[in-house]
């Protein structure tokens, strides 16, 4: 299982301390929740601090965009050069546009789907992403209670890009834990995102991502 800690439980006043740490911990990928006020009631960070998060990263960014206007927010991330950008379906008239976009600005486009969406809103779109994002919790903030019929629904996905576009990942964002992961990987879950469990772990942020993986 690949992890992706999500910074948004990182200690704001030490980020770059906590962006190194859950890299020198082994995490794959570093999960940056994007938040604008306006598509979820919640307000992270812009280009100013993502930059510093980059900066201190020495594994790739995974750009969780939860915004209206996806296309002006990547023109603002694009610059950093990060791995994946995600953006909402529920928020993109024109996904497969935007997804074109993503790519030709090298990097590489994934779409995530809150938790009433059903897979077959992106079937179409399946062959142009290198990944999708389930979220597991309503998108807006972290330490989330998990929302189990995301299994169910990870393993209907997984059908679709067997037929579709068999290299494209599936990734789950939203109240992991040692608990679920599990059954999250038996379903078909390529990269779990986790925010308090890898940063509030009692035993510390490598003993977390060690424990997912
Ligand atoms: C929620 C964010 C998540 C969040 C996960 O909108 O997309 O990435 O930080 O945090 P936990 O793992 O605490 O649910
Ligand atoms: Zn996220």
């Known amino acids: 299982m690949l992890v ?27 999960h940056v929740d994007v938040m604008d006020g306006h598509f979820v009631p919640n307000l992270t960070i812009g280009p100013v601090v ?25 023109d ?6 990060p791995g994946y950008i995600s953006f909402h379906i529920e928020e993109e008239k024109h996904p497969h546009r ?11 486009p994934a779409i995530t789907l809150n938790p009433h969406t059903p897979p077959e809103a992106i079937e179409f779109l399946l062959e142009d992403v290198d990944m999708v994002l389930l979220m597991s919790v309503n998108p807006g903030f972290g330490g989330q209670k998990f929302i189990s019929s995301v299994i169910k629904k990870v393993k209907h996905l997984k059908k679709l890009i067997n037929e579709r576009n068999p290299k494209c990942l599936i990734e789950v964002d ?21 925010g308090s469990f890898v940063y509030k772990h009692p035993n510390g942020i490598s003993h977390a991502i060690a424990a997912l993986k």
Request: with cysteine; proline share 3%.
């Open 98 to 108: 935007l997804i074109q976009k993503i790519r030709s600005l090298g990097i590489k």
């Open 50 to 74: 993502v930059e510093a998060v980059a900066k201190a990263a020495s594994k790739p960014l995974d750009i969780h965009l939860m915004v209206e206007n996806n296309s002006f927010f990547v």
């Open 4 to 30: 992706a800690p999500s910074i948004l439980s990182a200690d704001f006043g030490n980020l770059a301390r906590d962006v190194e740490a859950i890299c020198e911990g082994g995490c794959d990928l570093v």
């Open 174 to 194: 939203g109240g992991v834990t040692d608990e679920n992961v599990k059954l999250l990987e038996e379903a078909g879950v390529d990269i779990v995102v986790a």
């Open 76 to 81: 603002l991330f694009a610059p950093l050069k």
